[in-house]
Structure formats: structure tokens, C-alpha cells
């Protein structure tokens, strides 16, 4: 009778095996779904595949950085890759230096809990993607020394929480485009080097944390009023565009400026009597190669930390001026 006893018995177990497995299941169902809520496994497998994307596109690695960025690590800890420990997103990006060639796919997109991009010094080339519009928490976006073209995607404008916009030294043409007056929070923008043109917006006096004004470019026209709301300023240089018409005298109530240069441009007027005492920070004050009339203003003497000096030859020296140098020549 053991026969038909074993025979029972199967039959037992598989309804009873049916309903371990059904027990399984039902468990595992509304963890799955947790996870999935949080955006853990879901949204890690989407950076994992989007840094696979990258590293397809990376053509050239001659130092085989990414030798690490294969399925026998977790990517989270492959070179360059800093995720967030308890939800394994990936936050930072970091690649500088390396040499590589290549170019940024549109999925870069998916890696929406970044908030740090530096592919600084490497020969990326083709056109930043719209789709980096989608990483809303990107605080540091740093892409210069590349061979990067095509224009400044307007998508960027959604990166709001961007302290640094970093795309000097690129192959990136057109004008900067209006949409990026949403970037309030920009400590750092750094966009020479390039071939920029257009206008310099006046909505940038809007970005009052903005520590450095670098724009030696391409840009006509004039020198916005409104760029002397920007009072966090330490470098105000527009040297080098194709600016005309007069300094607002807005500019010389930025107090905290450093290092002021408006020099090679078609600039005119007369310089202001006051620059020294209005910008008593001044070091570096450099506004040859101009249209500009008048005497060298005395008052820059009184500034303790100025260091250079350069005006156009029209600009004939003051008297205070003209004692100084003399002084210095005896
Ligand atoms: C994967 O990366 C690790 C860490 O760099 C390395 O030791 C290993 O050789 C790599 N495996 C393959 C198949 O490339
Ligand atoms: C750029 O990268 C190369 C290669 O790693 C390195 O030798 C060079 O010092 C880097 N330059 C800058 C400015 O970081
Ligand atoms: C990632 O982004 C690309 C392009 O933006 C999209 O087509 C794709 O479906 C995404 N992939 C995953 C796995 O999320
Ligand atoms: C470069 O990018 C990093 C983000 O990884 C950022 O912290 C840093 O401030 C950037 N540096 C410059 C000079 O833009
Ligand atoms: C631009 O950014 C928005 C907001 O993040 C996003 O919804 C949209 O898909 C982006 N556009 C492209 C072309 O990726
Ligand atoms: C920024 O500046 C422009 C012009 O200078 C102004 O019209 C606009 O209202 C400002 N926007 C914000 C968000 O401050
Ligand atoms: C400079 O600042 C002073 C004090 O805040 C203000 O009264 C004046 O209107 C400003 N001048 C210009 C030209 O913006
Ligand atoms: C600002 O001036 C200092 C000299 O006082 C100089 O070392 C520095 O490179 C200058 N910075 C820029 C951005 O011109
Ligand atoms: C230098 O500053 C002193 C006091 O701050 C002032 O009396 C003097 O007129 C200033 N000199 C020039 C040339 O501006």
C-alpha cells in the first residue's frame, strides 16, 4: 500500500506547494510595488542601462577608466560613479581628464537624481542633449574643455537648483538663449571660449549669486543697466566682444568687484570720477583697446589693492596720476 500512499502524499504536497508558491507571490507583490513607488530597483536598473548607453558611446578610453564599468561590479561603484547609498541612484558623474572621446547620448536624461555632471578636459563632440533638462536636481553641470557644438539647449532652463554652468572652452555657437533666465541660483557661469553671440541679456542681472561675469565673446550691442543688480560680484569682465556705447554707471555700485575689464571693445564716454571709492575691492582694472575720452580717474589711486592698471591711449592721465608716475620714475 506504500504505493498509493506516496501517491496520497503527492497529492497532498502540490496543493500544499501551490499555496506556498501563492503565499510567495502575494508577498512579494506589495514589496515589489514598494520598491518600485520608491523608485529603487526600477529607477536603478534605468542608470545602470543609461551609463551603459554612455559608455557605448565613449569611443576612445586611453587609459581604460572605463575597464571598471562592467557586470561583474555593481555600478555604483564603477570609476567615476557616486550613487546615493540607500537608493543606489546614481548623484554624481564625475569623468575629468580622462582623454575619452565620445559624445553625450539623450539618456543621460534618465539619470534624473544627478547632481553632478563634470566631464571637464576629455574631447567630448556632437551637441549637449535637451534631454538634460530632465535632471531637476542637477546643481553642477561642468562640460568645459571638450570640443562640445551645436547651441546651449534651452531645455536647460529646467535645471533650476544649477549653481554651476560650466561650458568654456567648446565649440558652442548661437546666443544665450532666454530660457536660461530661469537658472536664478547660478554662482557660476562659465561660457567662453566658444563662439557665443547675440546680445548680453539683461535678465542676467537677475542672478544675484552670481560671483563671476566672464563673458569675453562675440557679443554686440550694450552693456545692460540691470547687470548692476548683480552685487555679489567679483569679476565683471566683458573684455574681448563688440560692445558699444557707454559703462552704465550701475556697474560702479558693485562694490564687491574685484577684477573689472571691459577692455578691446568700441566703448566710449568718459570714465567715471569715483570708480575707487564706489569699488573699494578693486585690484585688476583693465578697460584699454576703447573709445573712451577724458582723464584716468584719480580715485583709482585711493583703491590700496589695485595692482593693474591699463587704459586706451586716448584717455590723457590725470594730474594725481601724472605726479605718481612721475614719482615712480625719479
Ligand atoms: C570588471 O571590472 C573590474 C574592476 O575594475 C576588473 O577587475 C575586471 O577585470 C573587469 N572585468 C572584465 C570582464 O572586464
Ligand atoms: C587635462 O587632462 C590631461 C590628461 O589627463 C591632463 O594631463 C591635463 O593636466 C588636464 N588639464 C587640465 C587643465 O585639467
Ligand atoms: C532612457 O532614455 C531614452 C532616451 O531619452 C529612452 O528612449 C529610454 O526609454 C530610456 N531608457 C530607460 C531604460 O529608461
Ligand atoms: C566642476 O564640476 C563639479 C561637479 O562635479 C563642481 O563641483 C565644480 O564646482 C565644477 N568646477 C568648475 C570650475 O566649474
Ligand atoms: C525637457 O525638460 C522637461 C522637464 O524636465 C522634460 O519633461 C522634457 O522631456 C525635456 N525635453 C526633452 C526633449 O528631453
Ligand atoms: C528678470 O529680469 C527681467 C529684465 O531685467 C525682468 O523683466 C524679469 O521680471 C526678471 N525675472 C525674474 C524671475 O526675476
Ligand atoms: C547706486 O546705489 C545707490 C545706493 O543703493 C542708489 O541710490 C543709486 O541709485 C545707485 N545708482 C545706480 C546708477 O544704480
Ligand atoms: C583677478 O585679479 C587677480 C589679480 O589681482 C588675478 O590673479 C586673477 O587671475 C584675476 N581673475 C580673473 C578672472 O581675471
Ligand atoms: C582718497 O580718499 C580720501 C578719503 O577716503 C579722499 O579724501 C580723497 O579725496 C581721495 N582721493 C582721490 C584722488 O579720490
Redesign the pocket.
Known sequence: MGHSRTILGRLILFPFLHGFILLCMSMSTPLESATLSSGNTFGSETDRLALLDLKKRITRDPFHVLGSWNDSIHFCNWVGVTCNPSTKRVLILKLNSHKLVGSLPPSIGNLTHLTGINLRNNSFHGEIPQEIGRLQSLQALNLSQNSLGGKIPTNISHCTQLRVLNLYSNHIIGSIPNQLSSLLNLNILWIDINSLTGAIPAWLGNFSSLHELFLPEHFQGSIP?EL?RLTSLEVFSLAANNLYGII???I??ISSIKNFSVAANQLHGELPRNPGINLPNLETFHCGDNKFTGTVPASLLNSSRIQILDFPLMVSLGHSLLKILEACEA
Request: zero cysteines; a neutral charge.
Open positions: 543697466n548692476g552704465p554707471s550701475s560702479y555700485n
